[in-house]
């Protein structure tokens, strides 16, 4: 169990945009690696060729990654993948890190899990499953989170706390 997964649910494609300006940045720059397949020109596209994320998923259906040295997430976290999946019920983000690169401080996990439910609460995302991957599978996933689901963060943050410092 070396990689920490989290997904992101976003039922509305048409909130792809405002995940990736308030819920997950990063610099271009950061990008060590990215595909992204434009399915009507039948051709790799750089990410930086992307004016509308939003646009460019209600197009494609090819998933996408990105490999970046680091991302904000409400916290700086350094090398993740990302993988973008439009689907029939929205779109599927999943952050995939190494969990020795993953460790955080109380505080950190604090602010983190902050983010994360904020995140939900915006409406910006649906749900958020996170555990070692496969997440979704119930043997993996140590955590959901949906807007119907009553949270507490504290008791949240202190579970993500020992398992990514156990």
């Known amino acids: 169990m070396d990689d ?21 940045t990063f610099k271009c720059g950061n990008i060590i690696n990215a595909h992204f397949y434009d399915d009507l020109q039948m051709r790799d596209v750089a990410y930086d060729e992307i004016d509308d994320l939003c646009g460019f998923f209600s197009k494609n259906v090819t998933p996408s990654s990105m490999f970046l040295d680091s991302i904000n997430c409400g916290i700086e ?26 460790r955080l401080s109380l505080n950190e996990c604090m602010n983190f899990v902050r983010h994360l439910y904020n995140s939900i609460l915006s409406g910006t995302v649906n749900q958020i499953t996170f555990g070692y991957e496969p997440a979704k599978d119930d043997d993996m996933r140590i955590l959901a989170m949906t807007v119907n689901d009553e949270v507490d963060i504290h008791s949240i943050c202190r579970k993500l706390f020992g398992v990514l410092n156990s």
């Open 77 to 102: 976290i350094h090398k993740v993948v990302i993988c973008i999946v439009q689907g029939f019920n929205g779109v599927e983000i999943s952050l995939n890190i190494k969990k020795c690169d993953f």
């Open 4 to 24: 920490i997964e989290i997904v992101f649910n976003l039922f509305d494609s048409s909130k792809i945009n405002s995940f990736f300006e308030d819920v997950l």
